[in-house]
T-cell receptor, first 115, second 114 residues
Framework: GENVEQHPSTLSVQEGDSAVIKCTYSDSASNYFPWYKQELGKRPQLIIDIRSNVGEKKDQRIAVTLNKTAKHFSLHITETQPEDSAVYFCAASLNYGGSQGNLIFGKGTKLSVKP | NAGVTQTPKFRILKIGQSMTLQCTQDMNHNYMYWYRQDPGMGLKLIYYSVGAGITDKGEVPNGYNVSRSTTEDFPLRLELAAPSQTSVYFC?????????????FGPGTRLTVL
């Protein structure tokens, strides 16, 4: 079946450094790629998303890049702060059969930002 | 708006018991979803609904049932609970297909089956 691979599973950085999380997807028809942040004991919340007609999108310290040819997309966080510590999930839309319009999630990356 | 709400927050069940997890949204979203989250495994789709009266299976539907009698409510029913159903359950809603727009998640229900 279709899947989304996410790496690394854990990432530790010093405050002020950059963090990069990478995901690859298998459904070539995927056209929507959101990123969710989940703080400990909280619900996942959307932080940024990108559609297949765009190669890059930025929102303050967060950016996402998409390479459709290679079927991978990445989350970039610059000038990391302790409050960025959380689990980050990537996802890709499914666009076939009965699952059309649903999301498949990666397994998550636990980001720790050390002061 | 309260957004997406779920009850209960925590529950412990014995093997073989049944229960219903409640989910309500006040954003008038047509699309609603149930996920389970196991440690280190991301979010797996259990069931989803594209509107009142319409539901369909997701990736891991076995052992669960849903109904959607109104736009606002999307309860998840566990029959004959098993230890493998120990997980955190999240309900979500979306104004459009989840594969094209933001999904808004509820606070989750932590379920333990002993």
């Amino acid at each position: 079946g279709e899947n989304v691979e996410q790496h690394p599973s854990t990432l530790s950085v010093q405050e002020g450094d950059s963090a990069v999380i990478k995901c690859t997807y298998s459904d070539s028809a995927s056209n929507y790629f959101p990123w969710y942040k989940q703080e400990l004991g909280k619900r996942p919340q959307l932080i940024i998303d990108i559609r297949s007609n765009v190669g890059e999108k930025k929102d303050q310290r967060i950016a996402v890049t998409l390479n459709k040819t290679a079927k991978h997309f990445s989350l970039h966080i610059t000038e990391t702060q302790p409050e960025d510590s959380a689990v980050y999930f990537c996802a890709a839309s499914l666009n076939y059969g009965g699952s059309q319009g649903n999301l498949i999630f990666g397994k998550g990356t636990k980001l720790s930002v050390k002061p | 708006n309260a957004g997406v709400t779920q009850t209960p927050k925590f529950r412990i069940l014995k093997i073989g018991q049944s229960m219903t997890l409640q989910c309500t949204q006040d954003m008038n979203h047509n699309y609603m979803y149930w996920y389970r989250q196991d440690p280190g495994m991301g979010l797996k789709l259990i069931y989803y609904s594209v509107g009142a009266g319409i539901t369909d299976k997701g990736e891991v539907p076995n052992g669960y049932n849903v109904s959607r009698s109104t736009t606002e409510d999307f309860p998840l029913r566990l029959e004959l609970a098993a230890p493998s159903q120990t997980s955190v359950y999240f309900c979500a809603s979306s104004p459009a297909k989840g594969g094209t727009d933001t999904q808004y998640f509820g606070p989750g229900t932590r379920l333990t089956v002993l």
